[in-house]
């Protein structure tokens, strides 16, 4: 059973305003990641992390920041939020690089 | 760069009616391939890893097999409780960030009772 936790799952807000998606992990586990999903569509890597003060940016280009100020929480934040940016966003964590990803269940994120 | 492919994208079985989902791969050098289940709404939950060409794993009624160039995920008798959709995912040893893993766009499976 995954111990990753995302809230929230679902969010409607206007155009213009910040948010922050969070998740937290008890695993203990260094690496974290953030993707976006659309539906039908690959999973993209936004955001990873190796641990504390530790983040990059993925693949997909993204408006959105991340933090990793405690192992078990990695936070997503979009400053102004824009109609472009709706879609799933799934949290993930993993304990070493070759190792299976443990998903949370999601935010699905419309903006108005 | 990497590249999965999967196929069909959709697939409607009979309860009893066994197949086979595909993925095709395309990767510089193959650390791993993951195969996932992903229900409405939730996030993906892990089924498989395979490393090598030949490898086969298996969990109740699936069974994950590996060549150079593709895997399969066979489902026999399914029932209507695994329908979701199936996630083939690849890494490769080549770093590039974030441990290049690679996700194809799914199978989305129907068991119809």
């Known amino acids: 059973e995954a111990d990753i936790y995302q809230t929230p799952r679902y969010l409607v807000i206007g155009t213009g305003k910040k948010i922050t998606l969070e998740c937290s992990q008890t695993?203990?586990?260094?690496?974290m990641y953030w993707y976006q999903q659309d539906p039908g569509m690959e999973l993209h890597l936004i955001h990873y992390s190796y641990g504390v003060n530790s983040t990059e940016k993925g693949d997909l280009s993204s408006e959105s920041t991340v933090s990793r100020i405690r192992t078990e929480h990695f936070p997503l934040t979009l400053e102004s939020a824009r109609p472009s940016h709706t879609s799933q966003y799934l949290c993930?964590?993993?304990?070493?690089?070759?190792?299976?990803?443990?998903f949370g269940s999601g935010t699905q994120l419309s903006v108005l | 760069e990497d590249q999965v492919t999967q196929s069909p994208e959709a697939l409607r079985l009979q309860e009893g009616e066994s197949s086979s989902l595909n993925c095709s791969y395309t990767v510089s050098g193959l650390r791993g391939l993951f195969w996932y289940r992903q229900d409405p709404g939730k996030g993906p939950e892990f089924l498989f890893t395979?490393?090598?060409a030949g490898e086969e794993k298996e969990k109740e009624r699936l069974k994950a097999t590996l060549t150079k160039k593709e895997s399969f995920l066979h489902i026999t008798a399914p029932k209507p409780e695994d329908s979701a959709t199936y996630l083939c995912a690849v890494q490769d040893f080549g770093g590039g960030g974030a441990d290049g893993l690679t996700f194809g766009k799914g199978t989305h499976l129907i068991i119809q009772p």
């Open positions: 395979l490393y090598s």
């Open positions: 695993m203990g586990h260094d690496k």
């Open positions: 993930a964590s993993r304990l070493d690089l070759a190792g299976k990803l443990f």
